[in-house]
């Protein structure tokens, strides 16, 4: 401020409207929570958990889904199978994501954005994080006797640019929990 200026204040109500306004323009103004889904089922209860968590924050929800940039990787390769393009790859990871997600929140499942990515999963996440400036990332813990983080909710935990959620993989449909 200049000297003899006055500092011009706005009413509470001039306020929230400017920052209602300011807030829709941006993407980095919208609060959005990532679940990494995996291939498998262990994904289903990470991705109703991040639905919740969305619901509390009245975020978007992002569903992200990496499979590996090499050629044939699908589950649907076997042997003597003619090879998949890349585009193969990208369609069956698109199906896998899509069932997941509609798997774990049925009618719910229309309002998630899906984003498949051909890299490490774990860069993927965080890469998505950054880019959508992320407010959380929610991850299936790995399954097994020894209750260790795996290699990619390591990474995660390490380079996130947000709080980092990991979910035990049994189901918390029995904890009540909403989607809706």
């Known amino acids: 401020m200049r000297d003899g200026e006055q500092a011009k204040s706005a009413g509470p109500v001039d306020g929230l409207q400017a920052a209602a306004n300011c807030g829709r323009l941006e993407r980095r103004d919208v609060m959005t929570v990532l679940v990494g889904v995996k291939r498998s089922s262990d994904s289903r209860a990470a991705i109703r958990l991040a639905a919740q968590e969305a619901l509390y924050r009245d975020a978007t929800l992002i569903a992200v889904m990496a499979y590996p940039a090499e050629r044939g990787w699908s589950p649907a390769v076997r042997p003597g199978a003619q090879r998949l393009t890349r585009d193969d790859d990208r369609s069956v990871a698109e199906d896998l994501l899509r069932e997941a997600v509609s798997d774990a929140l049925g009618d719910a499942a229309d309002r998630v954005e899906h984003r498949v990515v051909a890299d490490l999963p774990g860069r993927a996440l965080v890469h998505a ?50 989607t809706a």
């Open 129 to 178: 994080a950054q880019t959508v400036n992320a407010q959380l990332i929610v991850l299936a813990a790995r399954r097994g006797i020894a209750r260790v983080l795996g290699t990619v909710s390591q990474y995660v935990l390490r380079n996130a640019p947000c709080p980092v959620l990991t979910v035990p993989e049994a189901d918390i449909d029995s904890r009540g929990l909403e």
